[in-house]
């Protein structure tokens, strides 16, 4: 297995504290709505929002790994037809 380098560890470094900021930031928004209640019909278009989201999401990424998988990608791109470069 490959070491990480010094740049990799601070990149690293780096996301997760962006990760542990945004996950601060957002407890500290749910709390500050207080007693704010929502209605039914809010709840209702978080779920069909999070669901159409997701939904959506998910078949443009299916139709991408099919498109790739079926060669539509290497039709539309004449200019990879020549030798790829190995991988490092």
Do not use: E
Request: charged share 10%.
């Amino acid at each position: 297995m490959k070491r990480m380098s010094v740049s990799q560890i601070f990149l690293l470094a780096v996301l997760v504290f962006l990760l542990a900021l945004t996950g601060i930031w957002a407890v500290t928004a749910w709390n500050s709505a207080g007693d704010i209640q929502m209605s039914k019909h809010g709840w209702i278009a978080l779920g069909l929002g999070t669901f159409f989201s997701l939904l959506i999401g998910c078949g443009l990424m299916a139709l991408m790994f099919y498109s790739n998988r079926s060669g539509h990608d290497d039709k539309a791109d004449p200019f990879r037809k020549g030798p790829q470069p190995p991988f490092t």
